[in-house]
T-cell receptor
Framework: DAKTTQPPSMDCAEGRAANLPCNHS???????VYWYRQIHSQGPQYIIHGLKNNETNEMASLIITEDRKSSTLILPHATLRDTAVYYCIVHNYGQNFVFGPGTRLSVLP | GAVVSQHPSWVICKSGTSVKIECRSL??????MFWYRQFPKQSLMLMATSNEGSKATYEQGVEKDKFLINHASLTLSTLTVTSAHPEDSSFYIC?????????????FGPGTRLTVL
């Protein structure tokens, strides 16, 4: 079973920041928070992952709360091509990735 | 980096025939690859874990004699759907584990859409 809770859908205006929340209140100390996204009819695309510290790469930023019970994926300047289903996954090294229903992000012109 | 390809991207076959799907890691070696299945409007479901040079590990409810997995090299895994039936029509996605830097991030292929008539 997925260990995360995400809103089923969100809208964001093109050019604005998209902030996607994820709750993972039962996360354990050595579990990472991973984010993937899936554009329609494609395989999932890795975005970012983190353990405790905030992380940033060329695609997004990941903000993890100090108690690690929730996180936020930030797409700083959303474009129409960012429309996708975003999956937040709590993952322990060596375990399977379990995909929940994710958040369907619609970037609107 | 970390690119995974799948071939074919889509296939249509008649009921009772077998279909082979290839998954390749293009710029890294993958000791472990995974096969997922995704039905319309649903999330990805893991079917099996494929380790190079050994037998695959199947998830509960997945028939190993129907979904044959071969992982003969560090860059190639194949999934063969034997005696396909319409209920096997689905989106099949592979992933490869890039096991460096003490993480096991999975990188996914673009998927193969199988339609069985």
């Amino acid at each position: 079973d997925a260990k995360t809770t995400q809103p089923p859908s969100m809208d964001c205006a093109e050019g604005r920041a998209a902030n996607l929340p994820c709750n993972h209140s039962t996360i354990s100390g050595n579990e990472y928070v991973y984010w993937y996204r899936q554009i329609h009819s494609q395989g999932p695309q890795y975005i970012i992952h983190g353990l405790k510290n905030n992380e940033t790469n060329e695609m997004a930023s990941l903000i993890i709360t100090e108690d690690r019970k929730s996180s936020t994926l930030i797409l700083p300047h959303a474009t129409l091509r960012d429309t996708a289903v975003y999956y937040c996954i709590v993952h322990n090294y060596g375990q399977n990735f379990v995909f929940g229903p994710g958040t369907r992000l619609s970037v609107l012109p | 980096g970390a690119v995974v390809s799948q071939h074919p991207s889509w296939v249509i076959c008649k009921s009772g025939t077998s279909v082979k799907i290839e998954c390749r890691s293009l710029d890294f070696q993958a000791t472990t690859m995974f096969w997922y299945r995704q039905f319309p409007k649903q999330s990805l479901m893991l079917m099996a874990t494929s380790n190079e040079g050994s037998k695959a590990t199947y998830e509960q409810g997945v028939e190993k004699d129907k979904f044959l997995i071969n992982h003969a090299s560090l860059t190639l895994s194949t999934l063969t759907v034997t005696s396909a039936h319409p209920e096997d029509s689905s989106f099949y996605i592979c992933s490869a584990e890039e096991g460096t830097r003490n993480t096991d991030t999975q990188y996914f292929g673009p998927g193969t859409r199988l339609t069985v008539l």
